[in-house]
């Protein structure tokens, strides 16, 4: 009679770690005594590299340390038999772990950013470097020391850990010089129970032929009990329970290809396939013991093949490509500088989340081919243990340092400052995006941030979510960070999300809340600075026709008089004047005549001195031309301009240096919408705008559709970081790309410009080639935020998707249905 099958007994705990303590200096002591030095190895990014040059660098610390360990051993005798016990033994470690987002303790928005995205997933990565050290029996304690460590061996085990000064401070220094740092205790620990999503490792399991059950509690075991052990696919959701399947690398899809080329950074795939762990044990052998063996090996190899091909055995275009083979393996070890170290009987385990039924599926685009450790899935996870003696793979490889090292195992696509305002989370790893609006001018960086979208790009939406997390940020004067947000556009209103962040909103199509909001005695840092930008203004606009001559002096000393006399504003300023006698009606009527007919012309010159100056609200002041319409002249048409046309280019003008002066020194910034109408109209303002922007505190955030509109303004030179958002037209996509010296490669501009459905009729279908925000097409519900290239001040370049709370997207959409939405909801509480 057939046995029924039966299932390990789930008391049957595996070994729960393989680390007996840690060190403070980043020394781990395993259960066997060995004793090994833990290096963080960085992250940069690979994938969103801008360019072969930058991913290459990304390698260099891994490839060094090589270098480095590779050197410590005894290359005297070449003979890799012989030198073998004097290699390094090493283990590279990586993690990967889905994790909720949440904000450091210490970020100034922390709790905003807690509620507003509560279930924001992001990626938490580690990789670890470690190093067997080697005991020196009496360290450098000289025969005292010998004699005293050998009794502590002899009585206690093992060796005093004095007996590992020497090795120690070796590799620690060597370390050191490749940019490895100590990690944190907290990393440690993540290492020492990455099966269990760095909780504690003392898990219990359950094997099955091509996977492994991990059980964090008691509960979860009595669920899989009662379920049945075999059959766990019959298993309902069992908290506090996972599932790895655990795999060896078998081969690659290519031979000895450069390092530069895409295929060899087989590991981005992987990360990108959702792995929970990568390990690599191996020992590092110098490149000369390499290279000495395969000459040895020479003979003997173009030997057997000739002999297999005389036999029949091998086919003339088989042994051709064997012996290319040979010579591209010579070739890595013939270079100048000596090649790579070889990782000898290297070991590479990887472990996926999940019972993956195609090993081959899984993998995704990279190079690796894999095959399931059928039958040794608690073996594979005790191998993968930091500090671990037990080996279980019985696929071993003896790779070019290289091939791990440039593998792109090191990759993390981050972008941004270290902390402020989040603009969206990574393509590629899902990290925060963050902009501080201090960053630039605290690090001496240009002031600028350009941010380039075409129509329906979700500009104005960035803009709003800018200005409000940027207020929410205390000034070095207040607790919040004043931002000024100027929007030329006729009919453009984004009050609503202004009024709800506690903003106040001045429209310059009524007098009312026009009046005086860029005067410049208002706003000037000093009597005389106001007193000659308002003459300056006024004769630019010209009230007086052909008499203009004959008034600009009278009226700068009937201003400076009614200033120095209490006056707060243009309009005050002068009926002290008359009043006094120092101007007369010629000089003052016509102004007064302009201002009562012109909101645009009052927004310039102040009439009521009560009105509230821009640099008092410390909150979003949003200024709006609501029904107005800007009528600015063409370029090169000023001395035809009429009346209303000198106007507005005098407002836009006062606009972008009344809002810098305001600001200064008070952290703020100052949002340009529509940046083309200052860039054309007040060019010069705007180039001023960016010489002294990072001395006073400012930042100019600058958005349009046209790029190119910055480099004829030429402002290139002021321009540090910046956003390309969705732009249809080529050429402006292509400008944005050179502008942030980003190669405009096929694949990137049909990502910039591509529409952002496909299809038409009822087949239309949401486009996520597109950079434009996805939506459903029978729900009109978001799917996907726009995506956006940051090119921040660190000079990377990483595609971010623009994540907004679903709170402020109903408030701030410019999408017409949404505005519909938003005017019916109105109404109906009328």
């Known amino acids: 009679m057939k046995k029924p099958r039966t299932a390990p007994p789930l008391a049957d705990v595996s070994v729960p770690t393989m680390m007996r303590t840690r060190l403070p200096d980043g020394r781990l002591l395993g259960v066997d005594g060995s004793l090994w030095m833990v290096r963080r190895v960085p992250l940069e990014p690979v994938v969103d590299a801008k360019s072969i040059d930058e991913r290459m660098s990304v390698f260099v610390p891994l490839m060094a340390a090589y270098d480095e360990l590779a050197a410590m051993a005894n290359t005297s005798v070449t003979r890799r038999a012989m030198a073998?016990?004097?290699?390094?033994?090493s283990q590279l470690i990586f993690?990967?772990?889905?994790?909720?987002?949440?904000?450091?303790?210490?970020?100034?928005?922390?709790?905003?950013?807690?509620?507003?995205?509560?279930?924001?997933?992001?990626?938490?990565?580690?990789?670890?470097?470690?190093?067997?050290?080697?005991?020196?029996?009496?360290?450098?304690?000289?025969?005292?020391?010998?004699?005293?460590?050998?009794?502590?061996?002899?009585?206690?085990?093992?060796?005093?850990?004095?007996?590992?000064?020497?090795?120690?401070?070796?590799?620690?220094?060597?370390?050191?010089?490749?940019?490895?740092?100590?990690?944190?205790?907290?990393?440690?620990?993540?290492?020492?129970?990455?099966?269990?999503?760095?909780?504690?490792?003392?898990?219990?399991?359950?094997?099955?032929?091509?996977?492994?059950?991990?059980?964090?509690?008691?509960?979860?075991?009595?669920?899989?009990?009662?379920?049945?052990?075999?059959?766990?696919?019959?298993?309902?959701?069992?908290?506090?329970?996972?599932?790895?399947?655990?795999?060896?690398?078998?081969?690659?899809?290519?031979?000895?290809?450069?390092?530069?080329?895409?295929?060899?950074?087989?590991?981005?795939?992987?990360?990108?396939?959702?792995?929970?762990?990568?390990?690599?044990?191996?020992?590092?052998?110098?490149?000369?013991?390499?290279?000495?063996?395969?000459?040895?090996?020479?003979?003997?190899?173009?030997?057997?093949?000739r002999e297999r091909q005389?036999?029949?055995?091998?086919?003339?275009?088989?042994?051709?490509?064997?012996v290319a083979t040979l010579e591209d393996i010579e070739g890595v070890y013939a270079s100048k500088n000596g090649g790579s170290p070889t990782l000898v009987d290297a070991s590479v385990l990887v472990a996926f989340n999940g019972a993956v039924d195609d090993v081959a599926q899984a993998v995704g685009s990279s190079a690796a081919r894999l095959r399931?450790?059928?039958?040794?899935?608690?073996?594979?996870?005790?191998?993968?243990?930091?500090?671990?003696?037990?080996?279980?793979?019985?696929?071993?490889?003896?790779?070019?340092?290289?091939?791990?090292?440039?593998?792109?195992?090191?990759?993390?696509?981050?972008?941004?400052?270290?902390?402020?305002?989040?603009?969206?989370?990574?393509?590629?790893?899902?990290?925060?995006?963050?902009?501080?609006?201090?960053?630039?001018?605290?690090?001496?960086?240009?002031?600028?941030?350009?941010?380039?979208?075409?129509?329906?790009?979700?500009?104005?939406?960035v803009l709003l979510w800018k200005a409000v997390q940027y207020n929410k940020i205390p000034g070095p004067k207040s607790p919040r960070s004043p931002q000024i947000i100027v929007d030329p556009k006729t009919d453009s209103d984004h009050s609503p999300t202004v009024l709800a962040a506690s903003g106040q909103v001045l429209s310059l199509d009524e007098l009312s809340q026009s009046d005086g909001v860029f005067d410049p005695i208002r706003f000037a840092a000093t009597v005389d600075v106001g007193v000659e930008l308002a003459v300056s203004m006024l004769s630019s606009i010209n009230p007086w026709g052909r008499d203009r001559s004959t008034f600009e002096v009278p009226a700068y000393t009937a201003l400076k008089y009614g200033v120095v006399n209490g006056a707060r504003c243009i309009g005050q300023a002068l009926r002290i004047a008359l009043r006094d006698g120092k101007a007369t009606k010629e000089m003052v009527e016509p102004i007064f005549a302009l201002a009562q007919a012109s909101p645009m012309f009052r927004a310039c010159v102040g009439m009521n001195p009560e009105s509230e100056a821009l640099n008092v609200f410390d909150g979003i002041t949003y200024i709006k031309v609501g029904k107005a319409h800007l009528d600015l002249p063409e370029p090169g048409a000023?001395?035809?301009?009429?009346?209303?046309?000198?106007?507005?280019?005098?407002?836009?003008?006062?606009?972008?240096?009344?809002?810098?002066?305001?600001?200064?020194g008070r952290g703020g910034a100052i949002h340009l919408?529509?940046?083309?109408?200052?860039?054309?109209?007040?060019?010069?303002?705007?180039?001023?705008?960016?010489?002294?922007?990072?001395s006073q505190g400012v930042l100019p955030?600058?958005?349009?559709?046209?790029?190119?509109?910055?480099?004829?303004?030429?402002?290139?030179?002021?321009?540090?970081?910046?956003?390309?958002?969705?732009?249809?037209?080529?050429?402006e996509a292509e400008a944005s790309c050179r502008l942030f010296k980003l190669e405009p490669t096929p694949e990137r501009m049909a990502s910039i410009t591509a529409k952002g459905t496909i299809g038409d009729g009822e087949s239309v279908a949401p486009n996520w080639g597109s950079m434009k925000a996805l939506r459903d097409p029978k729900t009109g519900k978001v799917i996907r935020g726009a995506v956006a290239i940051y090119a921040d001040l660190s000079g990377r370049a990483v595609p971010i998707e623009i994540v907004l709370p679903p709170s402020f997207l109903e408030l701030s959409s410019t999408n017409p249905e949404d505005i519909r939405r938003r005017q019916e909801a109105a109404l109906a509480t009328l």
């Open 372 to 461: 399931v450790m059928n039958f040794r899935q608690r073996q594979a996870l005790a191998e993968m243990m930091v500090c671990s003696p037990l080996r279980a793979n019985p696929h071993l490889q003896d790779l070019p340092s290289q091939t791990v090292a440039c593998s792109g195992i090191q990759s993390l696509s981050t972008v941004g400052d270290k902390t402020g305002a989040v603009l969206g989370f990574t393509v590629h790893d899902s990290q925060p995006a963050y902009a501080m609006p201090t960053a630039a001018s605290t690090a001496d960086g240009l002031p600028i941030f350009l941010n380039v979208g075409g129509t329906g790009s979700g500009k104005s939406q």
């Open 638 to 664: 000023i001395k035809e301009a009429t009346l209303m046309q000198r106007v507005c280019l005098a407002l836009v003008r006062m606009m972008v240096f009344g809002s810098a002066m305001a600001l200064t």
């Open 310 to 322: 005389k036999q029949g055995k091998m086919e003339r275009s088989e042994q051709e490509e064997m």
């Open 84 to 89: 073998r016990k004097s290699y390094r033994q």
């Open 701 to 731: 955030e600058l958005y349009t559709q046209r790029v190119s509109d910055a480099l004829k303004a030429e402002l290139t030179g002021y321009i540090s970081r910046g956003l390309i958002l969705p732009i249809e037209d080529p050429i």
């Open 95 to 305: 993690i990967n772990r889905n994790e909720r987002y949440v904000p450091p303790a210490n970020h100034p928005l922390a709790g905003f950013l807690k509620e507003s995205f509560p279930f924001q997933v992001t990626q938490r990565r580690i990789l670890l470097l470690l190093v067997r050290l080697e005991a020196k029996v009496g360290g450098a304690g000289g025969i005292k020391a010998v004699i005293d460590s050998v009794a502590e061996t002899l009585a206690v085990g093992g060796a005093p850990l004095s007996d590992y000064d020497v090795d120690t401070a070796k590799v620690d220094a060597a370390m050191a010089r490749c940019g490895l740092t100590v990690p944190s205790s907290e990393e440690i620990s993540i290492a020492n129970s990455w099966w269990n999503q760095g909780k504690f490792p003392d898990t219990i399991d359950l094997p099955h032929s091509d996977h492994l059950h991990i059980f964090a509690d008691a509960k979860a075991v009595r669920m899989a009990e009662d379920a049945g052990r075999v059959d766990c696919e019959s298993w309902p959701t069992i908290p506090n329970h996972r599932t790895l399947t655990f795999a060896t690398l078998e081969d690659f899809d290519f031979e000895f290809v450069s390092p530069a080329e895409i295929i060899a950074n087989w590991a981005t795939g992987l990360v990108a396939s959702d792995v929970a762990a990568i390990s690599i044990r191996a020992n590092i052998e110098p490149a000369k013991v390499t290279r000495d063996e395969l000459r040895r090996q020479r003979k003997r190899y173009l030997d057997d093949i």
């Open 673 to 694: 919408d529509e940046a083309w109408v200052f860039l054309g109209a007040g060019k010069a303002e705007v180039e001023r705008l960016g010489r002294l922007a990072r």
